[in-house]
């Protein structure tokens, strides 16, 4: 058998919002973006040269999911964002005004720091050492 997780939904307030967010300021590909119907759509994000994984930008269209955007995890960083430079992507976050929740600081598994989206979702940016 073979699986894999293609993709993962992202509840947002504003598909636009959403879609300026993660391509101007974190530099994302807009993979799909698909009418539904009047206000449903298909958005699909991903970091740049990733294969086989993106983001599904979800509108929340119901109180509980208006509810949910920007804290899908209970306050828990819910999304890991992998670089091969540090310090270039968290220079980006600075000019670009994202929110710094936590700076960097080295861990056992690499070089480590926690912004917030739009939203408030909290991610690590990582840049992880080489283990052998």
Same mark, same amino acid.
């Given at each position: 058998?073979?699986?894999?997780?293609? @993709?993962? $939904?992202?509840?947002? $307030? &504003?598909?636009? &919002?959403? %879609?300026?967010?993660?391509? +101007?300021?974190? @530099?994302?590909?807009?993979?799909?973006?698909?009418?539904?119907?009047?206000?449903?759509?298909?958005?699909?994000? /991903?970091?740049?040269?990733?294969? *086989?994984?993106?983001?599904?930008? !979800? =509108?929340?269209?119901?109180?509980? +999911? =208006?509810?949910?955007?920007?804290? +899908?995890? *209970?306050? =828990?960083?819910?999304?890991?964002?992998?670089? &091969?430079?540090?310090?270039?992507?968290?220079?980006?976050?600075?000019?670009?005004?994202?929110?710094? %929740?936590?700076?960097?600081?080295? +861990?056992?598994? *690499?070089?480590? /720091?926690?912004? !917030?989206?739009?939203? *408030?979702?909290?991610? &690590?940016?990582?840049?992880?050492?080489? %283990?052998?």
């Amino acid at each position: 058998m073979k699986q894999k997780i293609a @993709h993962i $939904a992202l509840l947002v $307030a &504003d598909y636009d &919002d959403a %879609i300026a967010f993660y391509t +101007q300021k974190l @530099h994302f590909d807009l993979i799909e973006d698909i009418k539904l119907s009047e206000d449903k759509r298909w958005v699909l994000i /991903a970091p740049k040269e990733t294969i *086989g994984f993106s983001l599904l930008l !979800a =509108r929340a269209d119901n109180e509980e +999911q =208006r509810s949910r955007v920007g804290n +899908q995890t *209970g306050g =828990r960083v819910f999304l890991f964002l992998n670089t &091969d430079d540090f310090d270039r992507d968290y220079q980006n976050l600075l000019d670009n005004k994202v929110a710094i %929740i936590r700076k960097p600081i080295e +861990q056992p598994y *690499g070089k480590v /720091a926690v912004f !917030a989206d739009l939203y *408030g979702n909290l991610w &690590d940016l990582i840049e992880r050492k080489e %283990i052998l």
